[in-house]
């Protein structure tokens, strides 16, 4: 761990540093280092101490306002980026986009004139994710789950690929030691985990959406209950539980025709 940080420091590689241990630090340098052993130390994740996750290749700015982007969610990029070569959605939404990591690696990927549009609850996380959008055309909204997009769906609910990594834990969970430090918000999917994930289905149903994709990351747990709701509320629907590389089920994918 320690040769990461020196690394971070220096602005160079892991091997660079292993391969010159005669390398000195300065004053300054060594204080950072003091400072960022600290916080390890208290439990503080190394991607809060460092700043930054890479996500799908890309450097993303996190800060304790945020969700650290998981490298689960990387094959939901992947799925979206599939789907939308093949079908060339007109809007590109995603839904409590936290740091932005999903929004920011699709709109890297895809080469469209769809528009990116990008939302959250929580205001700080929307700063972060505007930091991380910074050169990019993506425009961000406030507000609860589909809210932000209400009036648009409406108006046009053709050709669409929603994604939502939603939170879904339930309460008991959120002791798990590793994530104590991660924002509530991001995590806490009402008394069972879905609440929030259903609530989202069920506003997206009303929109009766045409050859769009709706991809959505779930717990390992929460296929079942999911997939129950898709069917009553979009009985049309495909729907395709992808696994992630643990072989949990992560990923449920609703193709509209
Ligand atoms: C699990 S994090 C995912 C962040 C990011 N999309 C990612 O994959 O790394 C869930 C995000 O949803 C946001 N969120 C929670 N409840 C919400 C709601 N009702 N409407 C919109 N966003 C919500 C949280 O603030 C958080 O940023």
């Given at each position: 761990?320690?040769?990461?940080l020196?690394?971070?420091?220096?602005?160079?590689?892991?091997?660079?540093?292993?391969?010159?241990?005669?390398?000195?630090?300065?004053?300054?340098?060594?204080r950072?280092?003091?400072?960022?052993?600290?916080?390890?130390?208290?439990?503080?994740?190394?991607?809060?101490?460092?700043?930054?996750?890479?996500?799908?290749?890309?450097?993303?700015?996190?800060?304790?306002?945020?969700?650290?982007?998981?490298?689960?969610?990387?094959?939901?990029?992947?799925?979206?980026?599939?789907?939308?070569?093949?079908?060339?959605?007109?809007?590109?939404?995603?839904?409590?986009t936290?740091?932005?990591?999903?929004?920011?690696?699709?709109?890297?990927?895809?080469?469209?004139?769809?528009?990116?549009l990008?939302s959250?609850?929580?205001k700080?996380?929307?700063?972060?994710?505007?930091?991380?959008?910074?050169?990019?055309?993506?425009?961000?909204?406030?507000?609860?789950?589909?809210?932000?997009?209400?009036?648009?769906?409406?108006?046009?609910?053709?050709?669409?690929?929603i994604?939502?990594?939603?939170?879904?834990?339930?309460?008991?969970?959120?002791?798990?030691?590793?994530?104590?430090?991660?924002?509530?918000?991001?995590?806490?999917?009402?008394?069972?985990?879905?609440?929030?994930?259903?609530?989202?289905?069920?506003?997206?149903?009303?929109?009766?959406?045409?050859?769009?994709?709706?991809?959505?990351?779930?717990?390992?747990?929460?296929?079942?209950?999911?997939?129950?709701?898709?069917?009553?509320?979009?009985?049309?629907?495909?729907?395709?539980?992808?696994?992630?590389?643990?072989?949990?089920?992560?990923?449920?994918?609703i193709?509209?025709?």
């Open positions: 761990m320690r040769e990461v020196i690394a971070e420091i220096l602005g160079k590689t892991k091997e660079y540093v292993l391969a010159h241990p005669e390398t000195k630090l300065s004053l300054t340098q060594k950072k280092l003091k400072h960022m052993q600290r916080e390890l130390s208290k439990g503080i994740p190394l991607a809060y101490v460092l700043s930054y996750k890479w996500f799908y290749k890309n450097k993303i700015f996190v800060n304790k306002d945020v969700l650290i982007p998981r490298p689960e969610t990387e094959s939901l990029v992947d799925l979206a980026i599939t789907w939308a070569k093949q079908h060339k959605p007109k809007t590109i939404i995603d839904i409590g936290g740091s932005g990591a999903i929004i920011v690696s699709l709109k890297r990927n895809l080469k469209t004139k769809a528009q990116f990008a959250d609850i929580s700080k996380a929307l700063l972060v994710a505007k930091r991380n959008a910074k050169d990019l055309k993506i425009s961000f909204k406030q507000g609860n789950l589909s809210t932000p997009f209400s009036k648009l769906l409406k108006k046009n609910s053709k050709n669409i690929l994604t939502a990594n939603l939170p879904y834990l339930y309460p008991k969970q959120l002791a798990e030691k590793s994530i104590t430090k991660e924002p509530r918000l991001a995590l806490l999917g009402g008394k069972k985990g879905t609440e929030k994930i259903l609530k989202l289905l069920k506003e997206l149903s009303k929109f009766k959406l045409k050859n769009s994709l709706i991809l959505l990351e779930i717990n390992y747990n929460q296929a079942k209950t999911v997939s129950t709701m898709i069917h009553k509320l979009m009985p049309e629907a495909k729907i395709t539980v992808h696994k992630d590389l643990a072989l949990w089920d992560r990923i449920v994918e193709q509209i025709k």
